[in-house]
């Protein structure tokens, strides 16, 4: 009986990463690159170092989407495991992945510090609102959390286990095992970044309810509180989504329950369901600006529609210039 539950909960697992994955990383995938283009098309955003944070995050999050979540949709969803078909993509699948968790959450951390920054009434604080230092920081940050990936490349290899005989592509170091859950996932991506998101979340609409007090451009003052409400919507989004993957690793520390097969195979079950949740992280970010700025979506709306349009209509006229139409008979 205890072996048909166990089946019952890994079929579970099967139908959740399948019709629940697949949907947000084609989701994810188009929503990065809708918030790509939003940014980049506008000369508002090219030009506010949030934005720029916010662009690197959408960058990054496309590359930990196909690094990271496709596989696991293939290893959870289909027993398909490209991890064993190569060491060198064993070693490289995590490398990418903890770089690309670690520079999108401390982009999402930078882009919030800096709208607090950005909405200070002190001309001091404000000095650090500044594109130049957002490009030096972004790729400082780029640089440290590549190298502090390099152990998963050294630790990680196929490993064979002592209980059922088969491969997998896991630490082979267990005091690195043991730091991957208590250091990099409860802190590095769980608590600390969503300590930092929200404090400075909370900051910053402190600041910008008072902007109306102050001399501020009329341009500026819009451009700021819709900044802030991303930012701020962003860290509680970031909240939701992260505190059932960081509960079910903490429950993964405890010893009972992982030599007891059934409790261990429910939180199998729980960890495939929380880590899919988790992966909103990547993939939900251009839904929530959509959600909750209506400026957003109508600078969407005028960069699809206007921008582009025109484009596609002046190269139809170059196209015609050179290689005039032949006229119907």
């Not at 650090?128 to 400082?140: D, E, G, L, P």
């Not at 900044?227 to 405890?254: G, H, K």
């Amino acid at each position: 009986m205890s072996s048909t539950a166990n089946s019952s909960w890994t079929i579970i697992s099967q139908q959740i990463i399948i019709y629940l994955g697949i949907p947000m990383l084609i989701a994810g995938l188009i929503g990065n690159a809708l918030n790509l283009i939003v940014f980049l098309s506008l000369r508002t955003f090219r030009e506010n170092s949030c934005a720029f944070y916010l662009i690197v995050m959408s960058i990054v999050s496309i590359g930990q989407l196909f690094a990271s979540f496709l596989s696991r949709i293939m290893i959870s969803g289909f027993g398909i495991d490209w991890t064993l078909q190569s060491v060198v993509y064993c070693k490289f699948r995590v490398y990418l992945g903890s770089a690309c968790s670690l520079i999108t959450f401390t982009c999402i951390c930078l882009a919030t510090v800096d709208q607090y920054f950005a909405t200070c009434s002190s001309p001091r604080w404000r000095s650090f609102n500044s594109i130049k230092i957002a490009h030096r920081t972004s790729i400082s940050f780029v640089v440290i959390w590549m190298l502090y990936s390099i152990p998963y490349l050294i630790y990680y290899d196929h490993v064979q286990s002592s209980a059922t005989g088969k491969f997998s592509c896991i630490s082979s170091n267990v005091v690195f095992q043991d730091y991957n859950v208590k250091g990099y996932t409860l802190v590095f991506i769980g608590f600390l970044p969503i300590f930092i998101d929200v404090l400075f979340a909370l900051l910053a609409y402190h600041n910008v309810r008072n902007l109306s007090y102050r001399m501020v451009p009329l341009v500026r003052r819009e451009l700021d509180k819709q900044m802030t409400t991303i930012v701020l919507m962003q860290a509680i989004s970031i909240v939701f989504v992260s505190t059932p993957y960081l509960i079910v690793n903490i429950l993964s520390l405890d010893n009972n329950i992982r030599h007891n097969p059934f409790a261990s195979e429910i939180l199998q079950f729980a960890t495939t369901l929380a880590l899919c949740i988790f992966y909103l992280n990547f993939s939900s970010q251009f839904y929530v600006y959509i959600c909750v700025s209506s400026r957003f979506r109508q600078q969407l709306i005028h960069v699809t529609s206007t921008i582009y349009r025109n484009r596609w209509q002046r190269n139809i006229v170059l196209v015609n210039q050179v290689a005039p139409l032949p006229e119907s008979a």
